[in-house]
């Protein structure tokens, strides 16, 4: 078989329908992507893939092994590879071993050759995430927040799975917090940052918990900064805001959908036509430009 | 063992007014996101059976850490025996807007 071609490859990820966010000056701007030529859009820096579930079986994805494996060939074959990949959690749906164990062999397909994970609360049902923290615990000294530099962008990995606030929403917790105003302090202004986490970092929608506790809190401390990009997932689908200079973002499952905000009873799987399904699921791919722009393109499997 | 138990239901009956479950098993059923009942007053040494009907996995986690369960996917089970009076409040650790109480007299 032959190398597939750049042009096919990003076809095979959806590019040519998605729409590309751009950081200039401080606020982002969509434009359509059939306006930009790829070659302006230069390296890819890093990409997310978020809500892999592996364990789930029911009708709306009974083969999420299947789905996450046409992620993977699709971002394998991506002309140049990112140098990272950000998990946003949820590898898992009941937190079992035999899930952990299959998502992190699927996981070694990538040939992004560096995976940063940050634990969903399916993954830590058993209480203090032992099976998590065994397999994804190392970077962070187990304690699952940490940051890293990578081309001048400083990455901060946060977990507001185990510690909910008495309204349902997501929460960081007291020592959580201090470490990441201290992460923060004495930072440069100028530095673009990118934060992680599972739930949603600010309130999509309370009912279902779908926010986090020091949503406030958590952007007071980022509002300073010239470029700040919030990645999200857990809810399943994109759902984009921008406030000042930071960009929150969620992203789709690799594994089902769910539905939009309060429709239905609650955050489950949503079955939808399986023709429809791979229009659903997806990957971000975070590229930097020539102009060293940040900006993020949504793909699916469609 | 059967008289005790029956003097133990009295007992509890004429505390409160409130007709607790007699020992034995009491069923509470989880579905769309809710647990049925979501209010229950059982006497001490009662299990009580969690049945998740939901297609969405969920946990039963008393917020003392006296009891919790695994992840149940759907149809999956989960028995807890109260052997002590309490007020036990516990929440679905994966959808913490789930809530529900359960008073051991």
Redesign the interface.
């Known amino acids: 078989m032959t190398e597939p071609s750049r042009r096919d490859a990003l076809k095979c990820l959806g590019v040519g329908a998605g729409t590309l966010f751009t950081l200039s000056g401080g606020v982002f701007s969509a434009f359509d992507m059939a306006e930009a030529r790829i070659e302006e859009v230069g390296m890819p820096l890093f990409l997310q893939i978020s809500d892999t579930h592996i364990g789930f079986n029911k009708d709306a994805n009974p083969d999420v092994i299947g789905t996450l494996n046409g992620t993977i060939d699709a971002i394998n074959a991506l002309p140049q590879q990112p140098a990272f990949a950000l998990h946003t959690g949820d590898v898992t749906h009941l937190s079992k071993a035999g899930e952990f164990d299959t998502a992190s062999q699927l996981l070694s397909r990538l040939k992004v050759s560096e995976l940063h994970v940050v634990p969903g609360e399916h993954d830590v049902t058993d209480g203090p995430g032992a099976q998590f923290f065994a397999r994804f615990g190392k970077p962070s000294g187990n304690r699952g927040y940490y940051s890293f530099d990578a081309k001048g962008v400083h990455f901060i990995a946060l977990v507001n799975v185990m510690n909910f606030k008495p309204n349902g929403l997501g929460a960081l917790g007291e020592e959580q917090l201090n470490w990441l105003k201290g992460d923060l302090s004495g930072r440069s202004a100028s530095q673009p940052i990118v934060v992680f986490a599972h739930m949603p970092l600010w309130t999509i929608y309370e009912p279902w918990g779908w926010g986090t506790g020091e949503g406030e809190e958590i952007a007071s401390l980022l509002r300073r900064f010239g470029s700040v990009t919030v990645l999200n997932g857990h809810i399943h689908q994109i759902v984009q805001k921008v406030e000042g200079n930071i960009l929150f973002h969620t992203a789709r499952s690799t594994a089902y959908p769910q539905p939009s905000a309060g429709s239905g009873p609650g955050p489950g799987p949503l079955l939808v036509p399986p023709a429809e399904l791979p229009g659903m699921l997806g990957v971000t791919v975070a590229v930097a430009d020539k102009k060293r722009r940040l900006a993020l393109t949504d793909s699916t499997l469609a | 063992m059967k008289p005790r138990i029956f003097a133990l239901t009295l007992l509890a009956l004429s505390g409160t007014g409130l007709p607790p479950a007699s020992a034995g098993e009491v069923a509470v059923t989880i579905k ?2 809710d647990y049925s009942p979501m209010e229950l007053t059982i006497a001490a040494g009662t299990t009580v059976v969690w049945k998740n009907l ?4 969920h ?1 039963i ?1 008393s917020l003392d850490g006296a009891f ?1 369960s ?2 149940l ?2 149809n999956d089970s989960f028995r807890f025996t109260f052997d002590h009076p309490g007020v036990f409040k516990y ?1 679905c ?5 789930m809530k529900a109480t359960i008073a051991v007299k």
């Open positions: 769309n996101f939901d297609g969405e996995p946990t986690a919790r695994p992840a996917d759907q929440i650790s994966i959808h913490p807007k």
